[in-house]
Nanobody, 117 residues
Framework: QVQLVESGGGLVQAGGSLRLSCAGS????????MGWYRQAPGKQRELVAG???????NYADSVKGRFIISRDNAKNTVYLQMNSLKPEDTAVYYC???????????WGQGTQVTVSS
């Protein structure tokens, strides 16, 4: 059974930082492209950042220069370091494995990130 468990969400003031973690089990973590998505109320889910099994990364334009995705295959964990947070970053953030654009093979349950102004 595949499980992706996110942690690290919460409430932060604008300009602050948060680090999300996603621990995976039940999959060969190191061979999967991993990603972080987010969905704000009334909006479609969007890919925030992705990282291939070889460590190549890509980011949504809205977070470039502020967010950093990384992975530790030995720990089956992917991270999202979020800096200079803005109120518009408020959303539920989802970890995903086997990502292909807007689609993914597996999803976590999501973690809420709220940025106050």
């Amino acid at each position: 059974q595949v499980q992706l468990v996110e942690s690290g969400g919460g409430l932060v003031q604008a300009g602050g930082s948060l680090r999300l973690s996603c621990a995976g089990s039940g999959i060969i973590f190191s061979t999967n492209a991993m990603g972080w998505y987010r969905q704000a109320p009334g909006k479609q889910r969007e890919l925030v950042a992705g990282i291939t099994n070889r460590g190549y990364t890509n980011y949504a334009d809205s977070v470039k220069g502020r967010f950093i995705i990384s992975r530790d295959n030995a720990k089956n964990t992917v991270y999202l370091q979020m800096n200079s947070l803005k109120p518009e970053d408020t959303a539920v953030y989802y970890c995903a494995a086997g990502i292909r654009g807007a689609r993914a093979d597996y999803w976590g349950q999501g973690t809420q990130v709220t940025v106050s102004s």
